[in-house]
C-alpha cells in the first residue's frame, strides 16, 4: 500500500514567504526557491492544523 501523500509546509528562512503544498494537487507546484528572494534553502516542514485548513480555503 503506497502512503499517501501528506501536506507540507514550506518556508523561508530569510525573508518568511511560506506555502503550504498539498502534493495531491499539487506536486508539480513545489518551489525549491523562494519567489519572493530566491532563496534556495528553504525549510520544509508539517503544516500546523490552521494552515492545512487555510490551505484549502484559498485553494493554495
Ligand atoms: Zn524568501
Redesign the pocket.
Known amino acids: 500500500m503506497p502512503v499517501p501523500p501528506k501536506p507540507f509546509t514550506q518556508e523561508?528562512s530569510?525573508?518568511?514567504?511560506k506555502h503550504t503544498v498539498r502534493p495531491v494537487s499539487d506536486v508539480l507546484l513545489i518551489p525549491v526557491r523562494?519567489p519572493?528572494?530566491?532563496?534556495p534553502d528553504l525549510i520544509r516542514r508539517r503544516p500546523s492544523y490552521f494552515e492545512q485548513v487555510w490551505s484549502k480555503l484559498i485553494g493554495k
Open positions: 523561508c530569510k525573508c518568511g514567504w523562494c519572493r528572494c530566491d532563496n
